[in-house]
């Protein structure tokens, strides 16, 4: 780093072949796991009103090198529902919920789980999005979907780094 306010006596010129080139080392190399992420519900069929309903359902399934842990998602809404009129959105896996957060942001919903889910290699699991929906909603569609891949945050366990993600939500 160089600056012009440096006193003279501390500039010194370097002489040599630029740029500086060496060989590169391969300690070892083997690449993170995948996660996939699917689809479980028909976005067609008419969203059903009442609290605690599945608005959503999608499943996660671990490649086969490590296990993952499953540590936020982030999914946009579309279809004819008004986003803003559902509330206590819960991500759910067998009946135990792993993430609230209270309601739409501007089409999308984010779970932030409060610890991670693991998820073994080879290994495939569902989960639920409920939400309470009310009576205005009755003949209204929702769907959800991954916008970008970075919207799943899943960690492989080995190396501590993102899973490679294999989206089929859109």
Same mark, same amino acid.
């Given at each position: 780093?160089?600056?012009?306010?440096?006193?003279?006596?501390?500039?010194?010129?370097?002489?040599?072949?630029?740029? +500086?080139?060496?060989?590169?080392? +391969? +300690?070892?190399?083997?690449?993170?796991?995948?996660?996939?992420?699917?689809?479980?519900?028909?976005? $067609?069929?008419?969203? &059903?009103?009442?609290?605690?309903?599945?608005?959503?359902?999608? &499943?996660?399934?671990?490649?086969?090198?490590? $296990?993952?842990?499953?540590?936020?998602?982030?999914?946009?809404?579309?279809?004819?529902?008004?986003?803003?009129?559902?509330?206590?959105?819960?991500?759910?896996?067998?009946? +135990?919920?792993?993430?609230?957060?209270? &309601?739409?942001?501007?089409?999308?919903?984010?779970?932030?789980?409060?610890?991670?889910?693991?998820?073994?290699?080879?290994?495939?699991?569902?989960?639920?999005?409920?939400?309470?929906?009310?009576?205005?909603?009755?003949?209204?569609?929702?769907?959800?979907?991954?916008?970008?891949?970075?919207?799943?945050?899943?960690?492989? &366990?080995?190396?501590?780094?993102?899973?490679?993600?294999?989206?089929?939500?859109?």
């Amino acid at each position: 780093y160089y600056s012009p306010h440096w006193p003279q006596s501390q500039i010194a010129q370097i002489t040599g072949n630029f740029p +500086v080139e060496g060989n590169m080392f +391969v +300690v070892g190399s083997e690449p993170v796991n995948s996660v996939t992420i699917d689809p479980l519900l028909n976005e $067609d069929d008419n969203i &059903k009103i009442g609290t605690n309903q599945e608005v959503y359902a999608f &499943k996660l399934q671990a490649g086969n090198s490590h $296990d993952l842990e499953l540590r936020r998602i982030m999914f946009t809404g579309n279809g004819t529902v008004d986003h803003d009129v559902l509330s206590n959105l819960r991500l759910i896996d067998g009946g +135990v919920q792993l993430a609230y957060t209270p &309601k739409f942001e501007k089409n999308r919903i984010i779970f932030e789980l409060d610890s991670p889910f693991t998820i073994p290699q080879n290994q495939t699991r569902r989960f639920s999005v409920l939400a309470d929906v009310p009576g205005s909603e009755r003949y209204e569609t929702i769907n959800l979907y991954l916008d970008e891949d970075v919207d799943l945050y899943v960690l492989d &366990k080995q190396f501590g780094f993102g899973a490679n993600v294999v989206n089929n939500t859109k």
